[in-house]
């Protein structure tokens, strides 16, 4: 099977930088911080396949750098060094090489049409004083469409897949709910039935309840589009729930990755090992 | 492998490294090898606490042992070895043909017991709503009270768990059945209808691989029996 989106030696760094950054940090060093010149190493050589359909878990504690391979996927930034494609049919003008060295108009245009993400915090994803059907018009212009009743009606149904009561489609997010704002961030991120999707510790911060709902929510859109997901976050009931696959990270580096049934009941590295132990 | 050889398992072994307790190591079973010839079922015995049910785990990658080999004979031909495909592998193996019933129930938590049911045949293909038909039948079969079909199993008895467990396992017959100990808490009647569903499955040509008590009816269906190792002691 080909993978959906595969990257390669994907390592990020904030800071000036020295020579000996790479050689003094890591999972080993136990610190993403360089001892020499304080820069911080947050990703390192991170490499994985995401294959269609399937839903892959990014897990890991805060500052383990899995938020930064989210960013930079979706061309938040730059990274300092990587390979990364994605196998859609019209990524025009990408040659199937790597999509880094692309133009960052060109990356624009793919982000727009192939990718999709939802933030923890929904004022990265949303303008939070636009209306919530404004949100959605707004993503699916960049991404060409250009006939405003057809972009109206796509909203609505968007907006209703994700069951936000469509009488507040005129609405802007601020006046939303937490739980709300990410089923808004949700229907935008799809509304250009992207090739990818990346979640961004999108539950962590909600209320119990509101968490279960809105898991529910991505777990029946999965089910629905089939679509290609990463999951990133540091909730292991976020894992169990929604993937198949696990990747564990810390410092910076990818420390294990197996089937997600299997990190849960057999973990084999030791920080993986007080991960699952320490669930309440 | 011979050629009516489905699993083959060599010389495997599982231990556990307790990192959180100065790298303590457990050893949960050693020196395993047996075969499973296609369409037959095998009992694994042994005392408990023997690993029976963590070669069950082994096999479908729950755990990754330590050593050995699991050589398994997919529909489509060829041969893989369970213990080291990959992922990916494992996972399509897995859907298509494995199935496995363990006497806990793990499943998504706020899906109601005939969609948990439904599931495996409705990702395999098949409408939602035939799915559902297949799966409220299976459920009737097996003595779940209608009223329960749209109830979330979470708040089951031990008993309905276990059915809506084994009802989601078979309701597509997989290619090679694993089960650990599937009638542990069912009262007469289940156990019977459960029996009989398994003789069908295997009558059409599924394999199993069973863990369950001393003088349960499960042992009418084996045709074979491995007994685990003996463990040395600990030193």
């Known amino acids: ?280 | 492998m011979s050629p009516d050889t489905l699993l083959q398992v060599e010389d495997l072994a599982k231990r556990f490294v307790c990192h959180m307790q100065g790298g303590k190591e457990i050893l949960g079973f050693e020196g395993v090898s047996f075969r499973v010839r296609q369409g037959t079922a095998l009992a694994l015995t042994g005392p408990s606490g023997a690993g029976k049910s963590s070669v069950l785990k082994c096999i479908y990658r729950s755990y990754l042992p330590v050593r050995g080999r699991i050589r398994y004979r997919p529909a489509e031909g060829g041969e893989i070895d369970l213990a080291r495909a990959s992922e990916t592998e494992v996972l399509r193996i897995r859907r298509g043909e494995i199935g496995y019933v363990t006497q806990f129930l793990s499943v998504v938590p706020r899906v109601p017991a005939v969609d948990v049911v439904a599931e495996p045949l409705a990702t395999g293909g098949v409408s939602l709503a035939e799915a559902r038909r297949s799966a409220r039948a299976l459920l009737e079969r097996l003595g779940i009270e209608r009223t329960l079909w749209e109830a979330y199993p979470v708040t089951f008895s031990g008993g309905e768990k276990q059915r809506v467990n084994f009802a989601r396992a078979v309701i597509r017959p997989p290619r090679l059945l694993l089960l650990d100990e599937p009638t542990a808490s069912l009262d007469r009647r289940a156990m019977t209808v459960v029996i009989e569903l398994l003789a069908e499955m295997k009558s059409r040509g599924t394999t199993m691989i069973a863990v369950f008590h001393e003088n349960s009816p499960l042992d009418a269906l084996m045709d074979e029996r491995y007994r685990l190792p003996a463990k040395e002691s600990p030193s």
Not at chain 1, 30 to 46: D, H, K, L, T, Y
Not at chain 1, 245 to 271: A, N
């Open chain 1, 1 to 280: 099977m080909t993978p959906i989106l595969s990257v390669r030696g994907l390592t990020q760094r904030y800071g000036t930088g020295c020579r000996e950054c790479l050689s003094l940090t890591g999972a080993r060093r136990e610190s993403n911080r360089c001892p020499r010149c304080g820069s911080i190493v947050a990703c390192r050589e991170v490499s994985f396949d995401l294959f269609p359909g399937e839903v892959l878990g990014i897990v890991g504690e805060s500052g383990s750098g899995k938020s930064t391979v989210v960013r930079l996927l979706h061309f938040d930034e730059e990274p300092l060094a990587g390979d990364y494609r994605l196998a859609v049919a019209d990524a025009a003008g990408t040659g199937g090489g790597n999509l880094f060295a692309l133009s960052p108009f060109a990356r624009r245009r793919i982000r727009n049409e192939h990718m999709g993400i939802v933030y923890q915090n929904p004022r990265l994803g949303l303008r939070m004083k636009v209306s919530a059907g404004g949100n959605i018009a707004e993503r699916l212009l960049l991404a060409g469409w250009r006939h405003v009743g057809r972009i109206r009606e796509r909203a609505s149904a968007l907006l209703q897949q994700t069951e936000v009561p469509l009488p507040r489609m005129d609405e802007p997010p601020r006046n939303f709910s937490g739980g709300m704002q990410q089923r808004v961030q949700i229907a935008k991120a799809l509304s250009t039935r992207p090739a990818v999707l990346l979640l961004d510790e999108v539950t962590t911060g909600l209320d119990v309840s509101v968490q279960a709902k809105v898991l529910d929510l991505i777990r029946s859109l999965q089910r629905e589009l089939g679509i290609a997901m990463l999951v990133v976050s540091h909730d292991l009931g976020v894992i169990r729930l929604l993937t198949s696959r696990t990747i564990v990270m810390r410092h910076g580096e990818i420390i294990e990755e197996g089937l997600s049934d299997q990190i849960l009941e057999d973990p084999q590295q030791p920080y993986t090992q007080l991960l699952v132990n320490s669930v309440l």
